[in-house]
């Protein structure tokens, strides 16, 4: 207990020698800890958008059912650039007849088509830009998250013979119709009019503040019949019945659509099934680049705040010599020596490692304040910053703090 007293003492004397001395060399000691700052303050920024965003993508995948999963032409881990290959191309589209399939299947509660294009909605001289119109089925905007504030969704009827009905995105509502209730009026999308059944409020996230939330929803036989789209982008989106696991349901829709399809048992599979879980490892391998990339601008600037403190002590080591000197006659040991020095680095580093926590906690709050990306602060990033700035303040400051430890206190006491 007294050994524990004695070196927190120390520790005490050491933090409150560094501080007198950044106030006698103030800005000597802030460029020391810019480095510092720079790095932790990367580190948070990074690290809070990183965590408000995957937090973000953990609700809109709760949103659409954890067991949700999607049958789609090609998946390639998420990352589709460039043409894909030979044998892909050859693949049949996915159509509404095989959607229709998999939904009388045992195991599924719905099997919702869905293709995309792009169109202007318009309404008695206004007029939005060009807008994504999606075609599904009556579960069209089950698996989104959100909910139609006004009006319906789509019939069974209306969606089996593509009736002119449309559900418009609560944005595009208010930018043609302005305060005039929409339900029961027509709507020009494309060439083609289409009566307003329903309004739909996106969730509140990141994706809904994007181009995503400017659209509107249309039956996807309605789709096919009057617009031009690229059926590539077919998707069919399976929800397993309650009771029925993911891998369940996989593997009846594998083997239906292979049926379907008269795929032979040697062959391969000419579509892709993709679970949620698998775009959250997509996303979680992109971040991972993201996060790797931040680390290394983070320690170029640590080693850089690192290479100052080292500088810094060494000056405090020289202007300090006769103390250490007189601490040395006085009966100081070589380890009260070095614990005085290197507690000194580690409370300039750690002081700097703070003001970066703070830093980047405001930028990353202003970031979510002024645009769509969320941000939230995880603990661990913190706990990280304050380790890596106490380690810059021990790994750089060991140098000169055995520098002050091995000094002869004969030679030091004649310094002037």
């Known amino acids: 207990m007294k050994g524990l007293r004695f070196h927190l003492g120390l520790l005490a004397e050491g933090a409150w020698i560094a501080l ?9 000691s802030a460029l020391t800890i810019l480095g510092v700052l720079i790095g932790v303050t990367t580190v948070m920024t990074m690290a809070s958008l990183i965590q408000g965003i995957n937090n973000d993508i953990t609700r809109e995948i709760e949103a659409a059912g954890p067991t949700t999963f999607y049958v789609v032409w090609w998946w390639n881990g998420g990352l589709q650039v460039g043409r894909p290959p030979a044998e892909i191309r050859q693949r049949p589209f996915l ?6 399939a998999l939904g009388g299947l045992p195991e599924v509660e719905y099997a919702a088509m869905f293709g995309v294009t792009n169109q202007r909605a318009s309404y008695k ?3 939005t830009r060009a807008i994504n119109i999606y075609g599904g089925g009556q579960h069209a905007l089950d698996i989104d998250g959100g909910a ?3 009006g319906r969704g789509f019939a069974p009827q209306e969606d089996r013979i593509g009736a002119p009905v449309v559900v418009l995105y609560e944005k595009v509502a208010d930018r043609l119709f302005g305060r005039e209730n929409p339900l029961g009026k027509e709507v020009r999308i494309g060439s083609h009019g289409y009566r307003v059944i329903g309004i739909y409020r996106r969730p509140d996230n990141l994706f809904a503040s994007d181009g995503q939330s400017e659209a509107a929803a249309i039956p996807f036989e309605s789709l096919r019949h009057n617009f031009q789209f690229m059926e590539m982008q077919n998707t069919i989106v399976v929800k397993p019945k309650p009771g029925v696991t993911v891998l369940q349901a996989e593997d009846a829709v594998t083997l239906a659509l292979r049926r379907v ?6 062959d391969p599979n000419t579509f892709d099934l993709v679970t949620q879980s698998q775009i959250l490892e997509t996303w979680n391998n992109l971040t991972s680049v993201f996060f790797l990339v931040m680390l290394v601008l983070a320690g170029v600037s640590l080693m850089v705040g690192g290479i100052g403190v080292t500088a810094i002590m060494m000056v405090s080591v020289t202007e300090r010599t006769r103390e250490i000197g007189i601490r040395k006659a006085l009966g100081a040991r070589r380890t009260d ?6 507690v000194e680095a580690s409370t300039l ?7 970066g926590i703070v830093l980047g906690a405001l930028a990353a ?21 304050v380790g890596a700035s106490v380690a810059v303040g021990v790994v750089f400051g060991i140098f000169p703090a055995n520098r002050a430890a091995t000094m002869d206190p004969v030679e030091a006491l004649r310094y002037e």
């Not at 159509?95 to 229709?100: G, Q, S």
């Not at 020596?337 to 290197?342: A, K, N, V």
Request: overall charge positive; glycine content about 8%.
């Open 20 to 28: 007198g001395a950044m106030r006698s060399n103030k800005l000597r």
């Open 95 to 100: 159509k509404r007849a095989e959607a229709d």
């Open 125 to 127: 001289g206004e007029q």
């Open 148 to 150: 139609i504030v006004a």
């Open 261 to 266: 399809r008269g795929i032979r048992v040697a």
């Open 337 to 342: 020596i070095l614990w005085q020095f290197l």
């Open 349 to 355: 580093t750690l002081l700097g490692g703070a003001c």
């Open 365 to 385: 709050t202003a970031v979510s304040k002024l645009t769509p990306i969320p941000a939230d602060i995880p603990l661990w990033s913190v706990l990280i910053a």
